[in-house]
């Protein structure tokens, strides 16, 4: 086989200039810093995003692919492994690095896997030395809040000591560009009804004060010359629509997921964290939106920091605009499932915030991103997943 059966630069001009990108399919071998070649497919399916464009500085600095590469750390996860289909088929090669201590190797489908931690200085420099990517997309962490606040100190080793690692290992290979995922977890107890970026940063809990504090290594890093943008994401759900990929968390502890398995007898009842909030009808409310849809953010965030300083930062919020309490979300998922959610009521979670809706305007005036699935796409996209998804025991 080829090193490449298409023309890469073909792939960033359509990309960039916003024309029609037909659909192309191309193989290619990337040969694996351990020196095994490895063979994917890349398909170009859809569309550029609109707002700014994907130009070469940045998505080509230093690549030795035809086409730029991107290293996603967590990209075996739920959401990376979103992130990883969304950069392949915009023409970008996405490597993903991750332990696969919570990631599936079966998740990966569109590029090579570099099996490491963020936290191995000698194994960045390996991978990093061989595949040079043009950007990095950070998802690696832990996510869990309630194992937060009973393991803090774990959370901040393996959520900002190795991010600091990783950070630093960007800055000494030169790696222009991050990608951080966040959380809306950080501004804590909303003062307004929805979230803007500007809100006071006030986390209730470990996990969020770890990631809110990963923000803060990423300002000082701009001074560098490590541009980054973190996303600030909201709940994310649902799955990927061709059935190939979605949310696997051993525990699951997500709402959407949890009430599927229930639904559909593959799980217990669910339990309803808390039913005296102070909302209209006692339990949390969120904000969903589409593990899809957060992938493409972030592509426009890429394109975004191609015409930003060297020395920028910047913050976006990604949801859905719309806030839903956790029964209204069982009483959606009783509609398209045809049958009851069994559930019980269970005590507060502590950590939880009783009401996270976002503001997502700057996102969608900066990177020309807005979210396309609603609520019942997620819960159908989550049934369907839930069904056939492989399965591993405790």
């Known amino acids: 086989m080829a090193e490449t059966a298409c023309d890469g630069s073909q792939w960033l001009q359509a990309i960039g200039c916003g024309t029609h990108i037909p659909i192309v399919a191309c193989s290619r071998r990337l040969r694996g810093a351990s020196g095994e070649p490895q063979t994917y497919i890349a398909v170009l399916t859809t569309p550029p995003m609109s707002g700014a464009s994907l130009s070469t500085p940045l998505l080509q600095a230093g690549s030795k692919a035809s086409h730029p590469t991107v290293l996603v750390a967590g990209g ?33 489908k569109w590029g090579p896997l570099e099996q490491g931690d963020i936290g191995d200085k000698s194994r960045l420099d390996e991978v990093l030395g061989h595949y040079t990517p043009a950007a990095i997309i950070h998802l690696a962490g832990y996510i869990e809040v309630g194992e937060s606040v009973r393991e803090p100190d774990r959370y901040w080793q393996n959520n900002v000591a190795k991010s600091e690692i990783l950070i ?25 009804e929805v979230l803007a970026e500007d809100h006071p940063l006030a986390p209730l809990n470990p996990y969020a004060k770890s990631k809110a504090e990963i923000e803060g290594v990423l300002v000082h890093a701009a001074k560098s010359g490590l541009r980054s943008v973190s996303l600030r994401y909201f709940n994310a759900t649902g799955a990927d629509a061709d059935g190939t990929i979605g949310e696997a968390h051993n525990p699951e502890t997500h709402l959407l997921p949890l009430a599927a398995d229930a639904v559909l007898g593959l799980g217990p009842p669910l339990t309803i964290l808390g039913a005296d909030y102070p909302t209209p009808d006692g339990s949390c409310i969120r904000d969903f939106v ?56 269970g005590p507060r979670r502590p950590g939880d915030s009783p009401r996270l809706v976002a503001n997502f305007s700057k996102a969608s005036a900066k990177l020309g991103w807005a979210p396309t699935r609603d609520l019942a796409t997620q819960i159908e996209d989550t049934l369907r997943w839930r069904r056939s998804m492989p399965r591993r025991q405790p």
């Open 168 to 192: 630093e290992a960007c800055l000494r290979h030169g790696v222009p560009a991050m990608v951080f995922s966040s959380t809306c977890a950080v501004y804590g107890l909303p003062t307004m």
């Open 76 to 108: 075996a996860g739920y959401i990376g492994s979103h992130v990883c289909k969304a950069l392949a088929e915009a023409g970008v090669a996405p490597v993903c690095y991750d332990t696969l201590e919570k990631g599936h190797a079966w998740a990966v």
């Open 290 to 345: 589409h593990v899809s849809d957060l992938a493409q953010a972030h592509l426009s965030a890429l394109r975004w920091m191609t015409n930003a300083p060297s020395d920028c930062h910047e913050v976006f919020n990604l949801g859905g605009g719309t806030g839903y309490s956790v029964r209204e979300v069982l009483v959606e998922t009783e509609r398209i499932a045809g049958r009851p959610v069994p559930y019980t009521l």
